[in-house]
C-alpha cells in the first residue's frame, strides 16, 4: 500500500535551519510530483513547495520563497524540505503529499515544526 513516511522536524529558534523528509513506498516514486503543505489549527492546510516528477522544477508558496527549497532523490524515493531563515509565523504541521492517478491523495503523518525564541 502506498506509504510517506515523514522524519525531521522540531524545535528551532527564529533564524534557524530545518530539513524535513518524506520517503516513500508503495508507488513508483519517479512518476510522481510530491508537494509539501503545512497547517496551522484553525487554519485551512496551505501549499508550502512542490516539485516535477524528475525534480527539475519546483514551485514554493508566497510565505516561503527564497527560504525553503525542495528537492527529492528518486533512487531513495524520498523528498526533502530544506527550511532556512526561519520564523515564528512557519510554525505548523508539515505533511508531504503525493496525488497519484485518478486523484487520489496520500498524506505523510505530518511532522511538528516550532520556531519560536
Known amino acids: 500500500q502506498v506509504q510517506l513516511v515523514q522524519s525531521g522536524g522540531g524545535f528551532v529558534k527564529p533564524g534557524g535551519s530545518l530539513k524535513l523528509s518524506c520517503t516513500a513506498s508503495?508507488?513508483?516514486?519517479?512518476?510522481?510530483?510530491m508537494t509539501w503543505y503545512r497547517q496551522v489549527p484553525g487554519k485551512e492546510r496551505e501549499l508550502v513547495a512542490g516539485?516535477?516528477?524528475?525534480?527539475?522544477?519546483?514551485q514554493y508558496g508566497d510565505s516561503v520563497n527564497g527560504r525553503f527549497t525542495i528537492s527529492r532523490d528518486n533512487n531513495k524515493n524520498t523528498v526533502y524540505l530544506q527550511m532556512s531563515g526561519l520564523k515564528p509565523e512557519d510554525t505548523a504541521v508539515y505533511y508531504c503529499?503525493?496525488?497519484?492517478?485518478?486523484?487520489?491523495?496520500?498524506w505523510g503523518q505530518g511532522t511538528q515544526v516550532t520556531v519560536s525564541s
Open positions: 516539485i516535477s516528477r524528475d525534480g527539475a522544477s519546483a
Open positions: 503529499r503525493v496525488r497519484l492517478l485518478l486523484g487520489a491523495d496520500y
Open positions: 508503495g508507488f513508483t516514486f519517479g512518476n510522481y510530483a
